[in-house]
Each structure stands twice: as structure tokens, then as C-alpha cells.
């Protein structure tokens, strides 16, 4: 176990330029950051900000590893843990305008091995969480440690499982159903799943420390993750193998990175106008009950503007995404510790970028 002064540990930095903030903005979000690193003993994170001009500020605080005493940088890579899943239906709509992929057809028609259900399934309504598809089981399945050689091989986690009701009836949110929407994107894309984000996401976007996280690959700059106990004790994450759910929460990146996602999607570099405007949308349930989800984007407003965002949790992370399109503002923050409460730290950050 280790106990550490984590108000020493923020004062560790290595920053990336200071391009579009202020000095006083900089020293205001640092202050902000110090304050919730050591109310919630964070041992390190890393923040990237797009301001309105197109400039980009990244940093990084406390401790990448605290075994090794390695600081944490701009371009420390995390789990993404579920911003994996805007990622993967961007993919998805990539192939809708290719004419590949038709998100309303049943996925057997793109995934011939799925067991057929009593009702037809979506791509639509998987990438909106409204397919039926379960949610992870309590307990072992947050942290499998089998290794899953393909997307095909992981389907045997969920499978045979019957649905959890009609699709279109019930939002409900399920990362095995990310996992269904990849495998759509193998198919239509007509190569595997990393390959085809390698080539149409990341570089496009260029997202050059982006990757899928196998647990036997080195990833320079990798954090390592932390669990904290109910006394605030710092302990070592689970040990957990994503591979799993790769479309779904299963790729390494760096706050940076999340960035030049967002600001790619927005310039138009990875998708259409429309099709941009199609993921932004609020999907409804049958009975036309709003779900509050788009196509692998959460869609709400702040400080009456359109916001729209993804959060992640997962062995050894907590990472943020929200991305204020009219204004061209992006905010990423990923943290190496598991439940960290980041809406008031991201919301004050924002109210200070806005002013």
C-alpha cells in the first residue's frame, strides 16, 4: 500500500505550450486541478483544451506511476475506457456514407455468426444503446483477464444471452453492444477492426498515440491505474484485459489525442455535415421517449449550449470528453485512478474557457 502527499504530486507538471489560454486562465485551471487531485487523492492526469482560436493546451500532473515515481505528461497514455465508443460510430458512419454500411439493416447481414434473437437488431440501435443488448454481469466481467484474440472470439462473453427487451423499446447502456456494432465494421469496412480505425480514424484525425490496449503490446508512456479504498488508501487496479470489448472500451490514448478527435470530427475530416449532425441527435425510444444519446455521443447542453460528450470508467481510469461544437472548444481529462468525480472540476474549466 502506498500513502503518498498528493499535494506535492500536482505540483509535478510538464506542459505543452500555452497557446489560446491566458496565464491567468492557466494558473486558475491549475489552482482548480490541485484542489481536486488532493480532495480525491488522484495520484496523476493529463488535460488537453481547444480553445475557440484552434489552439490546443495540454499538461499533465502528479504521478504516471507511482511505483517507478514517473510524472505524469501532456501525452501519457490511458485507458480511454467508453470514449471508445464515439470512436467506433464515427467508424460506423464512415461506412454509411461509403454506402458499406446501412444502419438499419439486421446485423446478421453483416454478422452472420450472431445467434438470431426473437427480434431483428440494429447497427442504428446499437450504437444508441437501444438494442437490448446486456450490460456487463456483476462482478468478473469489469475485470476479465482472459485474452481475446478477435472481435468474433469475444462474442462468446454475450452471445447466447437472450435480449433484455424489443429493440427500439428501452435505452439501455451496453457495452457488448459496441462490441456487435464492430463487428459491423469489420465486415462492411472488409478489414479488421484495429486496421480500420488505424487508417480511417487515427491517422486522419491524427491521433498518433491512439492504439488498441493489448495488454502484451509496449505502449510508450502507458499510465499505470489505481484503485482507492474506502479510507483513501492507494492501491494497485485490478488486473483487467480489455480485449473483450475493444469497439466498446478497449483502446489506449492521451488527452491530446482525444482532442484532435473531437476537432476532427467537427472540421470534417472523418465524417460529413450531415452525418456529424445524425451522430449529435437525440435518438427516441418507440414510443418516442428522448434518449439523451446520439450515435456514441451524450447529448446535452451547458451553459445553454449544445454539449456533447462521453465519460469512461474502467480498471484503473476515469476519463472525460465533452466537445461544445458551436463554440469549437474540446475538453479531455483522464485520470489514472478508478471513480473520480470530474463533472465540477470539467464544468468550472469550461465556465472559465467561455468567459
Known sequence: MIRLSFAALCLLSASWGQNGLTPAQIREIEALISMEMSAQRIPGM????????GSVWSNGYGMSDLENFVPAKAFTAYRTASIAKPITATAAMQLVESGA?????PIETYVPSFPKKQWPITTRQLL??????????DGPETYLSRHYWSLSEALDVFAQDPLLHEPGSKYAYSTFGYVLA???????????????????????????????????????????????????????????????????G???????????????????????????EMMFRRLTTNDGISTGYGLGWGISEFAGRRQVSHTGGQAGVSTVLRYLPKDHVVLAMMFNLEGVKFERLGDRILDLILQ
Open 101 to 105: 454500411l446501412n444502419l438499419d439493416a
Open 182 to 248: 464492430g463487428l459491423a465494421v469489420e465486415a462492411a469496412g472488409k478489414q479488421r477492426f484495429a486496421a480500420y480505425l488505424q487508417t480511417h480514424i487515427f491517422a486522419p484525425a491524427g491521433m498518433r498515440s491512439t492504439t488498441v490496449d493489448d495488454v502484451y503490446t509496449v505502449i510508450p508512456n502507458r499510465s499505470r491505474g489505481y484503485q482507492k479504498t474506502i479510507d483513501g488508501t492507494v492501491l494497485n487496479a485490478a488486473l483487467a484485459d480489455t480485449s473483450h470489448k475493444i469497439p466498446g
Open 46 to 53: 493529463s488535460i488537453a483544451i481547444a480553445t475557440r482560436d
Open 128 to 137: 444508441g444503446h437501444l438494442a437490448g443488448i446486456r450490460g456487463y454481469k
Open 250 to 276: 478497449g483502446l489506449v490514448s492521451t488527452a491530446p489525442d482525444i482532442v484532435a478527435f473531437a476537432l476532427a470530427i467537427g472540421n470534417g475530416k472523418l465524417v460529413r455535415e450531415d452525418s456529424r
